[in-house]
């Protein structure tokens, strides 16, 4: 007996697109609405995935009966009454980082999902990339004994959304972006949480107890003015947070710097240590292996965030990569890094 589909709707079509793209590859699901306020866009993504439905209201579409979930990438500071409104009407959640833009409506937003009975998952996609799975797997075994640090970074040069980015194109393309009210965080809360939750989900997301930061807003300043743009949040981010168990992560992203790119996270353990991309674990006094995704996966599942979401809502028993709650916790030391920056002093957790 075949199993009844899956329907799925999606908010937003600049990246939410990748979204349609991503629940198109699994199997069982189909896109049945898509809702955004440009209706043209909607219906051109209607017409591509074979969505029946098309709205410019999210809450109408929320209200279909039909729907099981729905997926949300829109500007920041609406997930929060976007998730509330699709949890109050029956729908699992799958919601694009960051969760929200404050401690307060990301907590209000997991407590809903369990009131409701229902799944909200936040896409983090950098946990679900092979590399990452890979050094978790490692991890998990032990091999590198006791993490104990972990750092990650994210150099961009000329990396600004909508700055420097195509006005049309599907990356950073909303002057949001640039808004605190509606963004929350600069390069913090855009690439900053993508770095530090990886870091912090390989090292098992020990509790945070501290919190000290930096934030910067200097290279790109007189580009926005000179072109009539905010200038509100940060383009570069730098902090450290210390865990209960003594282990700390150091985390630097930037938009706009002078210096190489890079993108880089690395673990350091008593036995030994990894970086992920690209995955490599480090062992033994002298050794340095690289390690093969292909010949060296050890049989692990390569789940993308959109299936393992589906998987989570059809099996409500299996342990979700993302959950609402861990991501609680990250909101808390995102804002607790950008208060840090305010006071000049470190932040309690």
């Given at each position: ?24 590859q699994v199997p069982g699901v189909e896109i049945l ?317």
């Amino acid at each position: 007996m075949t199993a009844k589909p899956l329907r799925v709707g999606v908010v937003g079509t600049g990246f939410g697109r990748y979204h349609m793209d991503g629940f198109s590859q699994v199997p069982g699901v189909e896109i049945l609405a898509i809702c955004d306020l440009n209706k043209a866009e909607a219906q051109q993504f209607a017409a591509k995935y074979g969505a029946k439905h098309v709205f410019t209201s999210a809450k109408r579409m929320f209200a279909m009966d039909e729907l099981d979930a729905v997926s949300i990438a829109v500007p920041n500071a609406l997930h929060a009454p976007m998730t509330l409104d699709a949890l109050k009407s029956g729908k699992h959640v799958l919601i694009e980082k960051p969760m929200t833009i404050t401690p307060g409506n990301a907590q209000k937003m997991a407590d809903a999902a369990k009131k409701a009975g229902k799944l909200l998952m936040v896409e983090q996609a950098l946990r679900f990339r092979p590399e990452a799975q890979l050094v978790k797997a490692y991890a998990q075994r032990g091999e590198f004994g006791n993490v104990y640090y972990g750092r990650s970074t994210w150099y961009r040069r000329k990396g600004w959304p909508h700055l420097h980015m195509p006005p049309d194109g599907t990356l950073g393309r909303g002057v949001w972006f640039l808004q605190k009210r509606l963004a929350g965080f600069g390069a913090l809360g855009d690439i900053g949480v993508h770095l530090l939750d990886l870091a912090w989900y390989l090292m098992g997301t020990p509790k945070p107890v501290s919190v000290s930061g930096q934030l910067f807003r200097h290279v790109a300043v007189p580009e926005l003015k000179a072109k009539g743009l905010p200038a509100e949040v940060e383009e570069m981010a730098a902090g450290i947070i210390k865990f209960k168990g003594g282990q700390a992560i150091m985390v630097e992203v930037s938009w706009d710097t002078y210096t190489k790119p890079a993108m880089e996270c690395f673990l350091m353990g008593d036995k030994g240590g990894a970086s992920v991309f690209p995955a490599k674990v480090f062992r033994g006094n002298d050794i340095d292996e690289t390690v093969d995704i292909e010949t060296h996966y050890n049989g692990l599942p390569i789940e993308t965030a959109f299936s393992h979401f589906i998987d989570c809502i059809r099996d409500r028993r299996k342990k979700c990569i993302a959950p609402a709650d861990e991501n609680v916790t990250l909101i808390k030391m995102l804002d607790a890094l950008a208060r840090s920056a305010r006071s000049g002093k470190e932040v309690r957790l």
